[in-house]
């Protein structure tokens, strides 16, 4: 790999990220000085080959590159479920025989500038010390190819990076099609669809239904602008229309929620809205509607977003009655939770955050402080503890990419296997695997896009539980569902647009 210096002559090519920001920091060596407020913390385990790892383990701060609040436990059980993977494919026999995977993970901190800066830490030279003003620098990090990072905002600017400096990017989460430019980001390939095709799917739902005047909502930032976009666009080629288009801030407050509900309900013939809005935002927007006591109004269909983690909409499951939602198919894997659900403070010690996570779920104290943490509890008796579901994914991101090292191994003679990794080899080869992954079958498109199916889950109220009805299943490869159970859905209130939208709609048609 090269050296960051040559960013420095380089970065012409790096229209889009943040360089110009990051070359103060570079030293005469190239090498990255020391950050104000930005850790050099890493977790390390090293073997013959070395995936970078890169996650968001702080939260975002807007004062710092790095805040001090831990993120929730998820995080780390993806963190853990990456160790648990690599030690699994080091017990193997049968994938990468005589051959250990080692990881360094690295924080991004849940922030842009934090991620590019990560990223320029695997494309410094390992070899230098710098000794030119006496400050230690940010540790250069060497590894054959990175997975992360988690949010696409933070992908794109490693991404970028990375296609300049040649290094194989491999994301277990994001999904933005702004990621599709396999141009631009040629070094980058993901186990996930661009969530083009989930709009592509959340529109074929709408077809199916002949739903042919739709309002749309979508987040604020790339997920939401883009998914909106490329609902927008298939509609259209379609020939449907859109009553109302609403971006949902970060910043709304309870009085925003309640108009964008007076504005859905301001076109009544639009009863059916789509939405690309992050949890938080479906949250609220709920709450509005039952508020205002809407909630036969309007029908529901929308992303991952929604459909994720339906206990979250407790105590508004008369709202939430009838939601059709397309996701990912991602589900916790046993066998690491019953390991991870076992640790304490003791066995999870080699990893330089576990405490700073359990310390903050069980509210106790590493350095007396106040309630010392007791280093023999498991961290599954925490009520904070569920199974993580996206753990699959980053296991998953781990075991392609050993798919594809084990496959470039074969033709490896030299003693210092890393030597025999050819970074446009290794992605080239990481793109042609396929193997039963967890909960899943892997494999990529051609332009590197997790090759995968989507859920249709109908959200419905069944003895006063919130259940999730599978009713559906739509394939990125063949662009359409292999099942659609249509007639299967239920909820509070179906609306079949059967004339066109300039006549009466008939109203109320539930299945
Ligand atoms: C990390 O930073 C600490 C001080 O914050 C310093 O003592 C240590 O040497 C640094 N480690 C590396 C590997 O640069
Ligand atoms: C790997 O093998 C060791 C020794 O048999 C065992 O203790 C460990 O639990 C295994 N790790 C995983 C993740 O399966
Ligand atoms: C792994 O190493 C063992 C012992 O050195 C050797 O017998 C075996 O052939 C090696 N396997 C592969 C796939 O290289
Ligand atoms: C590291 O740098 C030293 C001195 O510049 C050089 O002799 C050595 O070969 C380098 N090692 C590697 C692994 O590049
Ligand atoms: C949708 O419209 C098409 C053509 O107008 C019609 O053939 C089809 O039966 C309609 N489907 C439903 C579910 O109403
Ligand atoms: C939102 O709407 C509800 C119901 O109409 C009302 O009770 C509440 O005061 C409104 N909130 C704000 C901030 O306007
Ligand atoms: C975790 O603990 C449970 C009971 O406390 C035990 O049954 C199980 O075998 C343990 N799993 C592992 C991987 O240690
Ligand atoms: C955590 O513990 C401290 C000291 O025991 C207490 O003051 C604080 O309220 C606790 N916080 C939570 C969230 O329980
Ligand atoms: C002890 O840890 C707490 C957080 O767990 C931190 O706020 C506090 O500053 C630490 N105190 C010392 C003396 O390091
Ligand atoms: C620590 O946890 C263990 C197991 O839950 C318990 O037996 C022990 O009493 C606890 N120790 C302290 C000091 O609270
Ligand atoms: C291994 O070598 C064969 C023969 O040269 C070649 O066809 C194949 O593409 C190589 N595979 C990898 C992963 O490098
Ligand atoms: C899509 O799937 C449906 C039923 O699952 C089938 O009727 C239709 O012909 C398929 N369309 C295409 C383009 O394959």
Known sequence: MESARAIVTQHGLCVHCLLGLILPLLSQAGEILPVQGLPNTTFSISGDLNIGVVMSLHSYDKRSLCGDVIRELGALQRLESIVFAVEEINNRSDLLPNVTLGFTVLDDCYNDLTALVRALQFVQ???????SD???????VSAVAVVGAEGSPRTLQ???VFSVFRVPLLSYASSSSQLDDKIKFSYFSRIVPSDNMQARAIVDILLAFNWTYVSILYADGSYGTEGFRAIQDHLERN???VAITHMLKNTFQERQYNETIHKLLSK???RVVVLFTTQAQALELFSAVNRMGVHDKFTWVGGDSIGMNPHIFAGLEHIVNGVISVNFISAPVERFE???SNMTLKTGSRNP???????DIFNCSLNGSFKACNDTVKIGTSREYKPESTASQSMNAIYALAHALDEVMKNCSQPAVADCVEPSVLRDTLRKVSFQGEGLA???DNHGNGQTSYDVRNMVVENEVLVQNMVGNWDTATGNFSYFNKVSINGNCFYFNKVSIYGNLPYFNKV
Do not use: R
């Open 125 to 131: 030279k390992s070899n230098e010390t710098d000794v």
């Open 134 to 140: 006496g400050q230690s620098s940010l540790p250069a």
């Open 158 to 160: 490693m991404a970028d």
């Open 239 to 241: 020939g449907y229309c």
């Open 268 to 270: 009544p013939q639009a």
């Open 338 to 340: 019953d390991h991870f």
């Open 353 to 359: 955050w576990f405490g700073e996570f359990f310390a």
């Open 442 to 444: 892997i494999s990529f």
